[in-house]
């Protein structure tokens, strides 16, 4: 076993120019963030911060997969809305989700992140606890976004559910970067 204050050992300090990459923000420091601009989440609720992300909630915006039959080609070319229907719920709404059924929902809120941070979106236990899945694949949220973050939502249970706009259906987990980038690809200003 090596020892770590070796020479050989990885040097993981800021003077390495790794500073703290791929580490999640606490509560704290995604507080910090906001305080300096660095962060904006609009609207911003400072009670839906935890210890290590922000609850976002869910809109009355919804689209459901249209019924059929047809192929549809999986390409890089494909594109959603051909596939689905959108519908924006009358306040006091739900949307009703029926098991084994999937649709897309949006964030009220708009994430924005800097260069220097990128993001993992994830569900909240007491909805993967009835069987929400609330994103099916696509939770990594590319640095110098500034948009609302599209929903992949599935019903895996046996009970029909009631998605309630306003809900905090999900968090937003904050991850420092080794570096910075921008992503500029076609869902930078998305909306559903």
Same mark, same amino acid.
């Given at each position: 076993?090596?020892?770590?204050?070796?020479?050989? =050992?990885? %040097? $993981?300090?800021? !003077?390495?120019?790794? #500073?703290?990459?791929?580490?999640? *923000? /606490?509560?704290?420091?995604?507080? &910090?963030?906001?305080?300096?601009?660095?962060?904006?989440?609009?609207?911003?609720?400072?009670?839906?911060?935890?210890?290590? =992300?922000? %609850? $976002?909630?869910? !809109?009355?915006?919804? #689209?459901?997969?249209?019924?059929? *039959? /047809?192929?549809?080609?999986?390409? &890089?070319?494909?594109?959603?809305?051909?596939?689905?229907?959108?519908?924006?719920?009358?306040?006091?709404?739900?949307?009703?989700?029926?098991?084994?059924?999937?649709?897309?929902?949006?964030?009220?809120?708009?994430?924005?992140?800097?260069?220097?941070?990128?993001?993992?979106?994830?569900?909240?236990?007491?909805?993967?606890?009835?069987?929400?899945?609330?994103?099916?694949?696509?939770?990594?949220?590319?640095?110098?976004?500034?948009?609302?973050?599209?929903?992949?939502?599935?019903?895996?249970?046996?009970?029909?559910?009631?998605?309630?706009?306003?809900?905090?259906?999900?968090?937003?987990?904050?991850?420092?970067?080794?570096?910075?980038?921008?992503?500029?690809?076609?869902?930078?200003?998305?909306?559903?």
């Amino acid at each position: 076993m090596s020892d770590p204050s070796s020479s050989s =050992s990885l %040097d $993981l300090s800021a !003077s390495a120019g790794i #500073r703290g990459s791929g580490a999640v *923000l /606490s509560k704290s420091r995604i507080l &910090e963030h906001i305080a300096a601009g660095e962060i904006k989440i609009t609207p911003y609720d400072e009670s839906a911060v935890g210890c290590a =992300s922000i %609850d $976002l909630r869910l !809109s009355n915006e919804f #689209r459901f997969y249209k019924p059929g *039959l /047809s192929i549809y080609d999986v390409t &890089e070319n494909a594109d959603y809305q051909e596939i689905t229907e959108k519908v924006v719920l009358e306040e006091g709404k739900s949307y009703l989700l029926l098991p084994g059924q999937a649709c897309l929902g949006i964030t009220m809120e708009r994430v924005e992140i800097p260069p220097f941070l990128c993001g993992l979106l994830e569900g909240r236990s007491r909805f993967a606890r009835l069987g929400l899945f609330v994103h099916i694949t696509a939770g990594f949220m590319n640095p110098g976004i500034h948009n609302r973050q599209v929903l992949e939502i599935y019903n895996a249970s046996n009970h029909p559910l009631a998605l309630w706009p306003g809900t905090r259906i999900c968090q937003f987990i904050f991850m420092r970067m080794d570096g910075q980038s921008e992503y500029v690809g076609r869902f930078k200003d998305q909306e559903l």
